[in-house]
């Protein structure tokens, strides 16, 4: 089998985890989890794992920051963030609440507020907690980055694992399969034609004039 | 305690510090490097962007207020991580004024006076010039379109072995195949032969003032794998001291010592360039890359190879032109980005406009391969400016390795802005032209404007209002301290900087010869340059052995 087809093969996908698929709860670290999952899936979203879903809004097919591991990378103690975890995430479930409160939505009592809620608006207030000016603007970009590593390149885990066990945002990117000893190496990599004409005062050296 | 001395402490071992580590190293001086990063090697270049892989460990990420820096962090510093890109910066450059109204850079030095010393480099690194036969499917995709724009199209010239590439484009994280011609093949392998002791982990805070006119350098060990830990430190007294700790730490160990050494010249921190850096994103229309450019892999494929290639092969130099005015003048310069560092910042057309985030991104994701990444390197305003120092290093350490927060502040001006309008239109004319693709610019508000070149933090110029050195990369006011890395660039250089970078140093190295002889050193200065026919890599001491 083409290397490539073998790395597209669906059946590698990982399939939807109990552990992680909290759908309500009120205990600290429920909270925390669905709270961080609906963050993550706003930045790459994915599919719902199951109808249930709550912290995953199903607006793209296929997997996204969640299923690609955000949570474990967010808990990576190399990231340097997971000591303000919890505080990141009460103060984004105070945000939601001052941005429902102030668009005249009725949040959803039983999930935490930026679960309860839309995807449109969790990425509108996730626009206004990164953009140019606001306090808090470093820790929210921190967030989104390490949740868009986790989908992108799957920092948390060695490539090749994550090769191995399908990771679902190295997939979606087409990431090509390394050769058999773990090294990337690109036998084809050039159409070998000249293209265009060198720009007239291009010195012997090959610089600008 | 007994006091440990040298002749001369080099701080930092890229291009700026291995060259003068070079020259002073086999005129016949002590010279003793420290380098904050780890001391790597091809087995420690790793395809793999696990945390804490030589991905991480060789870098460092500051981000600031309006710009965030991505630099070298590790023995050889920017030459190991970078792209290999050398070209000479073009005669126009070294007129230009900037916002202060005269000619920035020193009377001394154009591009005249300036090509013999990037002989001298282009010959010890090798530079190479390129065939269209290296040029990979993203550089040939590029010209191609700059050709049906009607415009024309360069390779780079490279410090690159093409017989050894893979085309892998992990050469960001070091080079695997010993193919990219780092300073661990040229420079430093010299100076280490000639006797220079370099000391990885080591990161200097501060200099202080010794009664006898020399300096007492300060540094802290840092720990190998979590730079966040720093354990213990010490102290080396030199008659000169040569900071190249690059652009944006160079002038942060300057503030942090301005207590002990005194006042600063006003352009220490001031006036920092990102060297016009902006990124663009291109989705490819494959079927009219097929179409238009005729373009075919010959497995099917037109393009869909952004992984595949070697970073940034071609350019268009168009806009490179004297006689237009400045901040109009830019390369456009095709580029390979992994994932990881930046496709964050790239942006999707979403239904409110551009976004980095959410569905439509998702949807961009999916097109990867068919990225094509654009770099501008346009004329900025040196418009940064570094608030006071942390702590320690250049930053407030995040995470274990690389990501930090620093002190630089980069508000750009209307010029600088202006430029990157424009050279944002001119890649939409050459890549939206005839459906060729989409493409957007990385978005500006997460992390401000991003550079892999910082500069000018610390420049050089004859003018002691605007410029932190004089023309000999001496600090004002403080004999025997030098700078010869890219903070001494006066500005912008709308190509790659590293060959000026190192051109300027070679430049430098006569005077600072003869400083270090009027200091008391025995040192000669005869000229000579790394054979690359002839060196051997640098290897870790206790890999093997080291010469005498």
Known sequence: MHPVTQWQDDERLPQPREDTAVHSGTSDEQVKTITLEAFADTIVPGEKRDPDDRAIAGVSTGGGAVQSGALEMLHHPATGITAGLESLVGMLNGHATAYAADKGITLDETVPPFVALEFDDRAALIKILTAPGHPEKSGWVLLALFCNMAFDSAAHISTHDAIAQGHPGLLTIGFELPQKDGLWRFKDYSYGRQFAKPHPDTTATGSPA | ?548
């Open chain 2, 1 to 548: 305690m007994s006091t440990e001395t040298t002749d001369v402490l080099i701080v930092g071992s890229g291009f700026g510090g291995a060259i003068a580590a070079y020259h002073l190293a086999t005129g016949g001086a002590k010279v003793t490097v420290l380098e904050r990063g780890p001391w790597l090697q091809a087995e420690d270049f790793d395809h793999d962007y696990l945390l804490g892989k030589s991905y991480t460990r060789a870098f460092d990420f500051v981000a600031g207020d309006g710009m965030s820096i991505l630099s070298g962090n590790c023995v050889g510093g920017g030459s190991v991580v970078y792209f290999a890109a050398l070209p000479r910066a073009p005669r126009f450059v070294f007129e230009r004024q900037g916002s202060i109204g005269r000619r920035m850079w020193p009377a001394a030095i154009d591009r005249d006076t300036l090509d013999p010393w990037y002989d001298r480099v282009s010959s010890a690194i090798p530079v190479k010039q390129q065939t269209w036969d290296d040029i990979s499917y993203a550089g040939g995709l590029w010209a191609a379109a700059c050709d049906n724009a009607g415009r024309t199209a360069n390779p780079v010239p490279v410090g690159i072995d093409n017989g050894k590439c893979t085309n892998c484009n992990w050469m960001m994280a070091g080079c695997k195949f010993d193919a990219k011609k780092s300073l661990l093949f040229n420079y430093l392998p010299g100076a280490v032969a000639a006797g220079a002791e370099i000391r990885p982990l080591h990161e200097v805070q501060r200099l202080e003032r010794l009664d006898d006119g020399g300096y007492r350098v300060h540094y802290l060990h840092v720990d190998e794998e979590d730079y966040r830990i720093t354990t213990g430190g010490g102290t080396i007294e030199a008659k000169i001291v040569i900071l190249a700790a690059g652009a944006g730490a160079t002038p942060v160990i300057l503030q942090r010592s301005e207590a002990e050494l005194g006042p600063m010249p006003h352009a220490v921190g001031r006036y920092f360039s990102g060297n016009g850096e902006r990124l663009n994103t291109a989705i490819i229309n494959e079927d009219r890359a097929r179409e238009v450019l005729g373009l075919e892999r010959g497995d099917g494929k037109a393009y869909e190879a952004n992984q595949i290639g070697k970073g940034p092969v071609i350019a268009s130099w168009d806009r490179l032109d004297g006689s237009l005015p400045e901040y109009r003048r830019y390369s456009l310069e095709q580029l390979y980005f992994p994932p990881g560092l930046g496709t964050i910042l790239a942006q999707a057309p979403g239904a409110d406009g551009p976004t980095w985030l959410g569905p439509a991104k998702k949807e961009m994701l999916r097109r990867w391969q068919s990225w094509l990444t654009i770099f501008q390197i346009v004329e900025d305003d040196n418009e940064g400016v570094f608030g006071p120092p942390p702590p320690t290093g250049n930053a407030y350490r995040i995470s274990q390795q690389m990501l930090g927060r620093g002190p630089l502040s980069y508000d750009p001006t209307p010029n600088t802005l202006g430029a990157w309008a424009a050279a944002d239109a001119d890649v939409r004319d050459i890549l939206e032209r005839d459906g060729i693709a989409t493409v957007l610019p990385w978005t500006n508000d997460l992390v401000g404007a991003y550079t892999v070149h910082p500069l000018s933090s610390c420049r050089i110029g004859d003018d002691p209002a605007t410029s932190a050195l004089d023309d000999r990369h001496e600090l004002r006011g403080h004999p025997g301290i030098f700078v010869t890395d890219g903070s001494a660039v006066p500005a912008a250089l709308t190509v790659n900087p590293a060959l000026t970078i190192s051109a300027l140093a070679e430049r430098a190295m006569p005077g600072i010869v003869a400083a270090a002889q009027a200091r008391g050193i025995k040192v000669s200065y005869d000229g000579s340059l790394p054979d690359p026919a002839t060196t051997k890599p640098l290897l870790r001491p206790g890999t093997v052995p080291l010469s005498a």
